[in-house]
């Protein structure tokens, strides 16, 4: 193993080193100097001869290019686990995505357009843009936001702590409240009325902390205040403010110093169950990364998309607001209906249990619990949450056992994909069953799903490490195309203009959304949002085939 990894870093340097003498190349060979030399001399017989000698190059640069993108997607994961590595692997890492960054950034140049006769003439000759008219690199890593108004930690001064006996008194929580209220519209974050809902709702924790001063309890005189609030999926805020203690250890009304708040958002562009009526897929059942995604043109720009939605997610992105609107009415959608709304889940479940041939004792299980959640009401949140833990769990997994998939084409004797396959099924159970606990719904979507997960992963990763794909089952033919429903629904939700989130306008979407799911899980005429799910699962598995037998000539 230790010598497949050394080998895949070495893949690694060596392709980011290439694009890094590429990038180089292009900065120096940049048309403002190109300029310098036609003034020199005759204009006209300088733009020929730069344009044959950059025709020349071409056909020795291309391929490795290529070769070398292609390598710097195929060791992704590598990257991203380098950036936590040790500060000679974090400073690789570094580098390494500055480079790609610079690689990006001459891809949008060459894209503009210029705007005189003359300036698009020497484009042509010069060749002011990248050597291979090729795509932005982009890698499947999600987009981060930090933002804090401490030099300190959120937690640094909850170093060691005690909750304390008495609650704080409405003034202090009030304050507190008003405080936090002010912070989030000064900074813009969220709007009024999102602000005051999370506020009020979110619970505040009151618990004894160390002197800032001192560094010791300093009699117990004070204590902090604390809330998290979560707007949207993968974004949170958590707030603090010390205040004085009395006598007999009750918060009073009187804040020592300015609140302290982080926020954080991690958006990958992918939906999540809250977003989706509470039910949804996990992004690990997507391909994630095809090296030459304009092979696959539906493919690419549903991924390409996805990306840029990601960042549009953040705090302050284009689709932020819109996206924390459209939570807010689903979970307010599910409070008016919610045996509507947990029907179609259990519809769904017993679909996939059924599509995938689960024995009658899963399906009894599964029809008792969902008549169970009819009976206790759980909220949106708890409703989506267990779908979200399973995703997260699998994710996590599959992070894991990508070093077992890695070391594949490294191994002398190739084991048959079908020992692969079980080799990746029981990582799965073992990485992923204890994250899940004992939930009857969690337990059983996990046993069902596992063969069709790992199987998917393989036909992804089949072309990074030259086996051949699986050849997928109608059953997961089917279940593919309700992971792709799943994206193309999150998009049009968030992007159509058409969308006004009205109330009556989001259950219709609701409806829709639900009926496409299971005509696709039963092989039914789908929505013309449903034929393109079908129509991307067809030029998925072509791609992927085509691959394999590339690499096999």
């Known amino acids: 193993m230790a010598n497949c990894k050394n080998r895949e870093l070495s893949d690694l340097k060596e392709a980011i080193s290439l694009l890094k003498s590429f990038v180089n190349e292009q900065q120096v060979n940049s048309l403002p100097q190109k300029k310098l030399i036609l003034l020199k001399n005759n204009p006209l017989v300088q733009l020929v001869k730069l344009h044959l000698t950059k025709q020349n190059r071409v056909e020795a640069t291309s391929k490795p290019l290529t070769h070398a993108i292609e390598q710097i997607k195929r060791h992704h ?161 958590h707030f603090s403010a010390l205040f004085e203690r009395g006598a007999n250890s009750e918060i009073r009304g009187v804040p020592i110093g300015d609140i302290t708040y982080h926020l954080t958002s991690q958006q990958t562009g992918f939906p999540d169950p809250a977003l989706i009526c509470g039910f949804g897929f996990c992004e690990e059942l997507m391909p994630r990364l095809p090296l030459r995604p304009e092979v696959a043109p539906s493919l ?65 299980r599964i029809k008792s619990y ?56 029981n990582g799965l159970n073992e990485e992923i069953l204890p994250k899940i606990g004992d939930d009857t719904l969690l337990n059983t979507l996990q046993r069902t799903l596992v063969r069709p997960t790992a199987r998917f992963i393989l036909q992804s990763a089949s072309e990074k490490h030259h086996f051949p794909p699986p050849t997928l089952t109608q059953a997961e033919l089917r279940l593919q195309s309700a992971i792709f429903y799943q994206q193309i629904h999150f ?35 789908a929505s013309t949002t449903g034929e393109l799910a079908l129509h991307l699962v067809e030029e998925v598995e072509g791609y992927y085939n085509s691959r394999y037998l590339e690499s096999a000539v």
């Open 77 to 237: 994961r590598l990257l991203e686990r380098l950036t936590c590595g040790s500060e000679e692997e974090a400073g690789f890492a570094i580098k390494a995505k500055e480079a790609i960054e610079g690689y990006n950034r001459l891809i949008s140049q060459s894209s503009s357009q210029p705007n005189t006769l003359t300036a698009r003439i020497r484009r042509f000759l010069l060749g002011d843009e990248p050597k291979i008219k090729g795509k932005k690199i982009f890698l499947p890593t999600p987009a981060k936001l930090s933002l804090t108004n401490s030099s300190q930690p959120h937690s640094s001064i909850l170093d060691t702590f005690e909750q304390l006996p008495h609650p704080p008194k409405s003034a202090a929580v009030d304050l507190f409240r008003m405080k936090i209220i002010r912070e989030i519209e000064d900074r813009g974050l969220l709007s009024i009325g999102q602000t005051l809902r999370e506020v009020r709702s979110a619970p505040i924790d009151a618990v004894a902390v160390r002197s800032v001063k001192s560094g010791d309890l300093a009699g117990g005189s004070i204590a902090s205040l604390r809330q998290t609030c979560i707007p949207l999926p993968g974004e949170k805020f």
């Open 300 to 364: 690419e720009l549903l991924l390409n998309r996805k990306h840029e939605v990601a960042f549009a997610l953040l705090p302050q992105g284009a689709l932020n607001q819109k996206a924390k609107q459209l939570y807010s009415m689903q979970k307010q959608l599910f409070d008016q209906d919610r045996s509507y709304f947990i029907t179609k889940h259990r519809a769904i479940v017993e679909r996939i249990l059924r599509l995938f041939e689960a024995d009658e004792a899963d399906l009894r």
């Open 491 to 525: 998009f049009q939700q968030l992007e159509d203009p058409q969308t006004t989130l009205d109330t009556a306008e989001i259950l219709t979407a609701s409806h829709s959304y639900f009926d496409t799911l299971l005509a696709l899980l039963k092989g039914e005429k």
């Open 370 to 425: 969902f008549q169970k959640l009819l009976q206790t009401a759980p909220d949106y949140d708890e409703l989506s949450s267990l779908y979200r833990l399973l995703n997260e769990a699998t994710i996590e997994a599959v992070a894991t056992l990508e070093n077992s998939l890695l070391s594949y084409d490294a191994m002398m004797d190739k084991p048959s994909l079908a020992v692969v396959e079980e080799s990746l099924i």
